[in-house]
């Protein structure tokens, strides 16, 4: 949502005026690039347990982070007052990192603006039709509830139903010594389930959620229908699910969540501080072959209501698509201003921070692989022996060595091209060049997953989106008993 | 003691209190807390970053007709948060009623947390150190200039942090509770990835973290990271199986997160714990004992309540096998009809067994031939069945000697057979950890590579 300039300045008590000196005490000390954010979050959240909404809260944050860049170092400080002199105080903070480095070292910064204009509200990614802020508390029990009920209907198994509805606001004001004003209203709203399934004396649990940058109409009927389902589905083969024996094996993730391939096997490797730092496995591969020919993968700001997406990161830079790999080839890495300048190239729009009171660093978005020409059903008939996953809780990446590991929920052994047994609990293991030129087929079933994720990073956490078509990955080591 | 929270502040969260009381609550507890914290990171010898975090923000919890919330907000002007608690109440008063949402009794909350100095965890030369002196530590023990490295391995980059930060806070509640924890946090981290003649990059961190400045290790760190960067060279693929697992102490508290999680009253109440009906049983070998070390004077997360302002006690969590306790809070003490405990482990702490005195080279010379988990990469636990898989990084060792590194190999099992499988608990434990888990060795566990 993008409201009137005056609604921001009004917000957080500044004029135009006020920034620029703000941006000139930052400076003064000799840094050559300085950027302020200004954040007013208000995050309400709702549970229900046992059958009864019976906790609720608001969480309010608001303050400006200054940063000051001498070069690609960085000095950053923070005031949770809007009030004149505890702002000079935070930019007098920040404006050290110029006097701590040695000047004769740094390149300094351009001083062009590259970014002009005002927001354009008619360009705005995720308008809130629906204000949360405007919906009673009795709007939001009544929800809560019918998603009890709707659970507890599909399935008489059911003996523990959790939810929790909870919606964040944040004003965003952004403003930089190149004189480039940003600012917008970011929703996000996120609805996550958890129940406990009881069939003889073994006990069983599953999750799911759903979370978009969307207003309050993203509640509704059909939403409890889909998480009902969802919560549900698979629930006669997860009490015979086993571990599968483990070892390296042929490996199909299905279409959608399975995206946490792409996110930690090459993501996290592909974001440009490490590479700048010579850290990561990926540093030295630009303008190589990562993967098969016809392979494309996207980071991209720009669908509509994701919780990857963004009108600008938090560093003003305007959300755009970026093809990390194209046509097998890695082509770009994910950039803020920092990296961008570092290897001369404009920044992708990959700056993000947690809340104001982190500096930004190059994050994921919306990551996914683009339709390959296979199908699903052809992929899964040419695996003679090997396992199907399609339902995740988390994953890690060490990006140096480049091995990867996600958690698999739920899946099913493939046998002579056939789903068979079904599998739960187990972690898979990679190393993420392997992995990537090890995709041998790709399906033209892309989806987008649009779970609760989180990406943690430097003890940050963004929210973020993957997907992917199923796809077909010669080998990967799965943990088995 | 400038920088703790100063009398108008504690003005603030009492007056928090009196306007929740006078616009409608029951019942009210605040928490207070300011905190300071400044960074100075390196990289490759040079100051790379240099920042200054100070926060102030307040939490509320409002209790009205047996209604709950919890709140929080930084806006604390006078005016801001009598305006913030009216719009808090205004949302309470719209949750449905659960006759468990309670204070904690005033008989089990802490008395004897009213300074916030009674742990001795405050360190006065924090408020005398100055920007320079900080830079300097982040400095004085780079390496990377000198480094040139050999023939196997080259220095790729050295990444430094030093900060020190403060922690204040204050928690208040319409009982009469006053409770005060102030801690001083001194921290140093190296990261040294080096790249071996082929390429391959390896990336080896340490730390050290101390209330006392005094007692803070800068000189280790870039050292110890360089030489676990070093010993990640030549890693070798080895067939899956049963092995010895050696787990340091580094990394041993993933094995006993889970135990202490499926103990809380919260997943006890929801059937989301492969520990229910266990209180009084005997779940584990004899060997193992877990207690809670949460008032040592002086070490880093040791806590005199819990954030109900309830006084934590020094006792067993799992003795000898035997569950012992349950974390309950007043909430979950009202839903499960127990009595309550405390709200989680403060400080745990897994006793030597068989014997005191063993380090990580004792029990790997005791095991004889394993693997040495150094550190975990992902993976995570069924809460209800208590299955696990984790990946791993470590290293092959035969005749108690490391043999070479192994890679991508993951450990997978279930945590009752796990810990039934305990040969060995060193008494090495880790400074700076909140959970003290030293080194320890289990028999019979399923490697898959």
Same mark, same amino acid.
């Given at each position: 949502m993008i409201n009137t300039e005056k609604y921001y300045f009004d917000t957080f008590q500044v004029t135009l005026d006020m920034l620029e000196s703000l941006i000139a005490v930052a400076m003064k000390d000799g840094?050559?690039?300085?950027?302020?954010?200004?954040?007013?979050?208000? =995050?309400?959240t709702m549970i229900l347990r046992d059958g009864e909404v019976n906790s609720a809260g608001l969480h309010t944050l608001y303050g400006v982070g200054i940063r000051v860049l001498k070069g690609d170092k960085t000095g950053y400080a923070y005031s949770e007052s809007t009030a004149w002199p505890a702002m000079v105080q935070a930019a007098r903070s920040a404006a050290g990192i110029a006097m701590a480095v040695k000047r004769d070292s740094i390149q300094s910064a351009s001083s062009e603006a590259k970014y002009h204009g005002r927001p354009n509200p008619a360009a705005d990614r995720y308008p809130e039709k629906l204000s949360w802020q405007q919906c009673g508390m009795a709007d939001y029990v009544t929800f809560l509830k019918k998603i009890d009920t709707a659970v507890r209907a599909k399935d008489t198994r059911v003996i523990k139903v959790m939810a929790s509805l909870s919606y964040q606001i944040s004003d965003i004001l952004m403003f930089n010594s190149l004189g480039e004003l940003k600012y917008e209203t970011r929703p996000l709203g996120s609805l996550s389930i958890s129940a406990i399934f009881k069939?003889?004396?073994?006990?069983?649990?599953?999750?799911?959620?759903?979370?978009?940058?969307?207003?309050r109409e993203m509640l509704s009927d059909n939403l409890i229908e889909e998480l009902a389902c969802e919560i549900v589905k698979g629930l006669d083969q997860r009490f015979e699910a086993r571990r599968p024996k483990g070892g390296e094996m042929c490996v199909v993730m299905g279409a959608g969540a399975s995206g946490i391939l792409l996110h930690e096997a090459m993501g996290h490797a592909f974001e440009a501080d490490c590479n700048r730092k010579g850290q990561s496995i990926f540093s030295d591969k630009m303008g190589k072959r990562v993967c098969k020919k016809g392979i494309n993968i996207i980071d991209d700001a720009t669908i509509h209501g994701l919780r990857g997406s963004t009108n600008f990161d938090d560093e003003g830079v305007p959300g755009q698509r970026t093809c990390m790999v194209e046509d097998g080839v890695l082509c770009s890495y994910l950039h803020d201003r920092i990296s961008a300048r570092y290897y001369g190239v @404009? @920044? %992708?729009? *990959?700056?993000?921070?947690?809340?104001?009171?982190? =500096?930004?660093? @190059?994050?994921m978005r919306s990551t996914y692989m683009e339709n390959g020409e296979a199908s699903a059903q052809d992929i899964i008939a040419s695996v003679k022996k090997g396992i199907f996953v399609d339902n995740f809780s988390n994953g890690q990446v060490d990006i140096g060595v480049g091995d990867f590991t996600f958690y698999v929920k739920s899946g099913y052994l493939i046998e002579n091209g056939k789903l068979t047994m079904p599998i739960k609990d187990t972690n898979i293991i990679g190393n993420g060049p392997q992995a990537l030129a090890d995709i041998e087929m790709v399906a033209n079933d892309l989806i987008i997953d649009e779970g609760t994720w989180i990406c943690g990073k430097e003890q940050q956490n963004v929210p973020v989106s993957c997907g992917i078509p199923t796809v077909l990955i010669k080998k990967l080591t799965i943990g088995g008993e | 003691m400038m920088n703790r929270l100063e009398k108008t502040d504690i003005q603030l969260a009492e007056m928090s209190l009196r306007i929740a009381l006078e616009k409608g609550a029951d019942m009210a507890r605040v928490s207070l807390s300011k905190s300071i914290m400044d960074l100075v990171g390196t990289l490759n010898g040079?100051?790379?970053?240099?920042?200054?975090?100070?926060? =102030?923000?307040?939490?509320?919890?409002?209790?009205?007709?047996?209604?709950?919330?919890?709140?929080?907000?930084n806006r604390l002007s006078p005016e801001e948060l009598e305006s913030f608690i009216i719009k808090a109440l205004d949302i309470v008063r719209n949750v449905e009623p659960d006759s468990c949402r309670q204070l904690p009794d005033p008989s089990r909350t802490a008395q004897d947390a009213q300074s916030g100095l009674e742990l001795d965890l405050y360190d006065e030369r924090y408020e005398s150190i100055e920007e320079e002196e900080r830079i300097k530590t982040a400095l004085k023990t780079s390496v990377f200039a000198q480094t040139e490295g050999t023939q196997e391995w080259s220095?790729?980059?050295?990444?430094i942090e030093y900060s020190d930060s403060l922690t204040d806070t204050l928690t208040l509640d319409t009982n009469g509770l006053i409770c005060r924890h102030t801690e001083t946090s001194f921290d140093f981290y190296a990261c040294m990835t080096i790249q071996d003649k082929n390429g391959n990059k390896y990336s080896g961190y340490w730390w050290d973290s101390t209330p006392c400045l005094d007692k803070l290790d800068i000189s280790s760190c870039v050292p110890t990271a360089l030489r676990k960067a070093i010993e990640q060279i030549g890693p070798k693929s080895i067939d899956g199986g049963k092995y010895t697992m050696v787990i340091s102490n580094e990394c041993s508290a993933k094995v006993v997160s889970p135990l202490l999680n499926a103990l809380n009253g919260y997943s006890i109440q929801q059937n989301n714990s492969f520990l229910m009906d266990s209180l009084g049983k005997r779940m584990f070998?004899?060997?193992?004992?877990?207690?809670?070390?949460?008032?040592?004077?002086?070490?880093?997360?040791?806590?005199?309540?819990?954030? &109900?302002?309830?006084?934590?006690?020094?006792?067993?969590?799992?003795?000898?096998?035997?569950?012992?306790?349950? /974390?309950?809070n007043t909430y979950m003490a009202g839903k499960l009809n127990m009595d309550p405990t405390i709200e989680d482990a403060t400080r745990p702490c897994v006793l030597p067994f068989p014997e005191k005195g063993a380090s990580l080279p004792l029990i =790997? &010379?005791?095991?004889?031939?394993?693997?040495?988990?150094?550190? /975990?990469?992902?993976?995570?636990? *069924?809460?209800?069945?208590?299955?696990f898989s984790y990946g791993i990084e470590g290293f092959l060792f035969r005749e108690g000697k490391i043999v070479h590194p192994v890679r991508e190999m993951l450990v997978t099992g279930n945590f009752l057979r796990l810990w039934s499988n305990l040969i060995a608990a060193?008494?090495?434990?880790?400074?700076?950890?909140?959970?003290?888990?030293? %080194?320890?060795?289990?028999?019979?566990?399923?490697?898959?590579?």
């Open positions: 840094g050559d690039y300085s950027d302020l954010y200004f954040e007013n979050s208000q =995050m309400g069939q003889g004396d073994r006990v069983e649990n599953n999750t799911c959620g759903k979370s978009l940058r969307s207003g @404009p @920044p %992708t729009g *990959n700056g993000r921070r947690e809340s104001f009171q982190c =500096m930004p660093i @190059p994050r | 040079e100051v790379d970053k240099v920042t200054h975090n100070l926060s =102030m923000s307040i939490n509320i919890y409002l209790f009205v007709n047996q209604r709950f919330g919890s709140f929080s907000t220095l790729i980059s050295e990444e070998p004899e060997g193992l004992t877990i207690t809670d070390n949460c008032r040592a004077r002086g070490q880093g997360g040791c806590r005199l309540f819990d954030s &109900e302002g309830v006084s934590t006690k020094e006792d067993s969590i799992i003795e000898k096998g035997v569950v012992k306790k349950y /974390f309950i =790997m &010379e005791k095991c004889s031939e394993g693997i040495l988990v150094t550190g /975990f990469n992902g993976g995570n636990s *069924n809460s209800v069945t208590g299955d060193g008494d090495d434990y880790r400074r700076g950890t909140q959970k003290q888990v030293p %080194t320890l060795a289990f028999k019979d566990v399923d490697f898959s590579a």
